[in-house]
Nanobody
């Protein structure tokens, strides 16, 4: 599976962006798809994830009221809608996909994901 993350860019604080993660080569309709981000000088951090079977989601506590996930299994695409962006959201955002199904409690663990996209840069200016 190849994952292509897109939709990043430069926005001002308070604005919105929608990131997309498209799969090719093999459908990722079985397992969850997650988003992680890496800010300059910081480690990877979990953002959000969505399961395939029931579209259950899990969000990082700091983002759950501003970010939302959706997925279109027919198009093998997952969307991350990011609203009310803050300068601290500036990071490279990566999507990842898993071959297997997991409960929502496991979705923040990067080790469950088998495939990773190349990342898309989000820059939020103040």
């Amino acid at each position: 599976v190849q994952l292509q993350a897109s939709g990043g860019g430069l926005v001002q604080a308070g604005e919105s962006l929608r990131l997309s993660c498209a799969a090719s080569g093999r459908t990722f309709s079985t397992g969850p798809v997650g988003w992680f981000r890496q800010a300059p000088g910081k480690e990877h951090a979990f953002v959000a994830a969505i399961r395939s079977t029931d579209r259950a989601t899990r969000y990082s506590d700091s983002m759950k009221y501003r970010f939302s996930l959706s997925r279109d299994n027919a198009k093998d695409t997952v969307f991350l809608q990011m609203n009310s962006l803050k300068p601290e959201d500036t990071a490279v955002y990566y999507c990842a996909a898993s071959r297997a199904a997991y409960n929502t409690g496991s979705l923040s663990n990067p080790n469950i994901y088998n495939y990773w996209g190349q990342g898309t840069l989000v820059t939020v200016s103040s």
